[in-house]
């Protein structure tokens, strides 16, 4: 059972013709007669009264900003609140995860020192410290004194 059933109604008919006249008030050319300004209003009542009331109002006040002729408002208002319905719908549904399919690549791995190898670091920095090197100074591991070298471990 969905907890909001505005959801499901479609917008009212006052709703709609209120935004709409709105919207026709701002965009409409002057010389748009009082006959079509009222069949411009039911066409686009008939063709937008779909939608939810929420999606309606939000996608007629971006209309009502980005519309500049009647003939933009009800494909407008039909992209835009289709697009939060997608949005809405993608939001019900989770956070989506999942693995790649096509894995031709091996796994990326990391380099973990093993016991000895954090032994023999450990020691080599012990050494160094009680030499007198400074904190800040790190001394190379046998690993980066080979690679300095150019030998391949």
Same mark, same amino acid.
């Given at each position: 059972?969905?907890?909001?059933?505005?959801?499901?109604?479609?917008?009212?008919?006052?709703?709609?013709?209120?935004?709409?006249?709105?919207? %026709?008030?701002? /965009?409409?050319?002057?010389?748009?007669?009082?006959?079509? $300004?009222?069949?411009?209003?039911?066409?686009?009542?008939?063709?937008?009264?779909?939608?939810?009331?929420?999606?309606?109002?939000?996608?007629? $006040?971006?209309? $009502?900003? /980005? /519309?500049?002729?009647?003939?933009?408002?009800?494909?407008?208002?039909?992209?835009?609140?289709?697009?939060?319905?997608?949005? $809405?719908?993608?939001?019900?549904?989770?956070?989506?995860?999942? %693995?790649?399919?096509?894995?031709?690549?091996?796994?990326?791995?990391?380099?973990?020192?093993?016991?000895?190898?954090?032994?023999?670091?450990?020691?080599?920095?012990?050494?160094?410290?009680?030499?007198?090197?400074?904190?800040?100074?790190?001394?190379?591991?046998?690993?980066?004194?080979?690679?300095?070298?150019?030998?391949?471990?």
């Amino acid at each position: 059972m969905p907890r909001n059933l505005d959801a499901l109604t479609p917008v009212p008919a006052p709703v709609a013709i209120a935004e709409l006249t709105a919207i %026709l008030a701002l /965009c409409a050319p002057a010389a748009m007669s009082e006959a079509h $300004r009222e069949e411009f209003l039911h066409v686009a009542y008939q063709t937008l009264a779909h939608l939810p009331p929420d999606l309606f109002v939000d996608a007629a $006040r971006s209309a $009502r900003v /980005c /519309c500049k002729h009647p003939a933009q408002v009800v494909p407008h208002i039909a992209a835009h609140a289709a697009e939060r319905q997608a949005l $809405r719908d993608r939001l019900k549904a989770g956070p989506q995860c999942g %693995l790649i399919a096509d894995h031709t690549h091996a796994p990326r791995t990391w380099w973990r020192p093993d016991a000895d190898e954090l032994a023999r670091a450990k020691a080599e920095v012990a050494d160094a410290i009680a030499a007198g090197a400074k904190p800040t100074e790190r001394p190379m591991l046998e690993q980066e004194q080979q690679s300095a070298r150019g030998d391949r471990p």
